[in-house]
RNA sequence: GGUCCCAUCGUCUAGUGGCCUAGGAUACCAGGUUCUCACCCUGGAGACACGGGUUCGACUCCCGUUGGGACCA
């Protein structure tokens, strides 16, 4: 039989990284055993859940080259809350057996009980008063649908990831399926959910771990061959504290915005509680080669972005031409203000920024020089580097630079040597102020390089804002 | 309060009783390279939470403690 997996979000938010490497996980499986991986919407939290929060899962998914496929059976990605009719339906049926019954007892009641248990010492949960009532479908009073759990016995399953798991039913109370206002509770329907989609492998975080047993009973109750679980640990913030939801910057969306790359973030998130021995970097489809739930570790993890930075700038460096530009493409016309046009001299910069940037968005600054027109300069490197006994082979350079007969990396270090030996420099020492005038501050690819990219044009008068400058400040 | 889970360098991890006085990666420090920054190269420091067992032998198995976490209320 094929592998089938699910990622099933609630839509209440961005998609943070905890749950990208969750779909990542059941999408990599999946994949792996060329089963599919379906999606669901769990928007019965009608409060919270949104449509934005679809969309902004989708596109996160989408960006990070995930792929899902489409649920036989149903039209688009299936959603809780368009399948209320299908869980009460489940839930006659479960009444008709006998497996659940109908609960009137009052919310006093139940917590009256409860306190009357907690002193006692006991379990609080539900006692049991209308177990046995065989209250009719016509109560007379508001009412829930309890399942009819089992006395005593055990509930076990042998988690994929968790090694053989269990729990003794007495822990268990009869729990409400069907709340007293109609709405079916959230075991019921990811347990329906999970049978109507042919789900064979259930991969979540380990918090759903202890409601396992629940939903065991419910496969039972309702006749269904339950799936496999694996509860991977969770991923969890540089304390160690729960990765908290509202943490926005935790979210895919705001790695792309700070300017990381989906391959680097895939990457990184997938090593985190997945190993394969010393392997660090892989593509997509070495994962997909590779993974499998042995290789999941038992522990949580605390999500460190160093990893993530250098990972970052591996693909940055590495990556073909025409993928970076297109994930760099947003962070340069942010930086140059306006639509852009990639000229083949813009993009010989944008290789020699490769191996300088850690994020597009440190690519997109260190490019400025080359996107802007109007250069501000840094106040320490030109008060540093822009001084007074720099201003007469400065303006050598310069004239040397207006007359050179062509404009390149070599005839430009033919200036410079003239330049340096007619005043006992050192190259660093005539280098510094000229990356300052064109640059704008003390670090840039080579100057030459940096030079020839930027043109004649714009080289000399940048070098004449300099002089201009130094003129100006010796007189003061 | 109850149930369950986890525990190797700062971090991600390799490791399933002897091969480990513990390997890789990142971060950090030092040096090299260099016109600057970065890349790159070399080196350094850095961990089996603690206590009991079991065993000829434990980081690896068992129990407890401590710490962390999740879930149910």
Redesign the pocket.
Known sequence: MSVVTRYAPSPTGALHIGGARTALFNWAFARHQGGSFLLRFEDTDQARSTRESEEAVLEALSWLGLDYDPVPGFEDIPRQSERLERYREAIEGLLATGAAYRCTCTVEELEAA?RAA?EA?R???YNGTCRNKEIGPEPGRPFCVRLRTPEDGLTRWNDLN???????IS?L?D??MLRSDGTPV?HLAVVVDDHDMGITHVIR???????TPRQLLLYRALGFEPPQFA?V??L?E?????LSKRHESMSVQSYRDRGFAPEAVLN?IA???????????FTKEELVKLFTL???????????N??????N??YI?SLPMPTLLSHAHRFLEAEAGGPLRVEPQLERLIDLLR????TFMEMAS?ARFYLVDALELEPKAARKYLTARMAQPLRELRDAFAVLPEWTQESLRGAFDAVIERHQL????L??P??VAVVGG?????????LEILGRERSLARIDAALTRIGSSAQD
């Open positions: 409860r907690r010492r379990q609080p949960g968790a090694g053989p798991s269990g729990e003794d822990q109370d729990f409400i959230y975080g380990r918090e759903h771990m202890t409601s509860h640990p969770l969890v540089a304390g160690g504290k729960k990184f090593r985190l509680g997945w190993s394969h021995s010393d392997l660090e970097i042995a290789g999941v570790g038992r522990s949580p993890s605390q999500v460190h160093d990893k993530l930075l250098w990972l700038q591996h460096k191996e300088r940037s850690k260190l050192k190259l660093g020492q280098a510094q000229v990356r003390p670090a840039s690819p080579g100057i030459f390089e940096t």
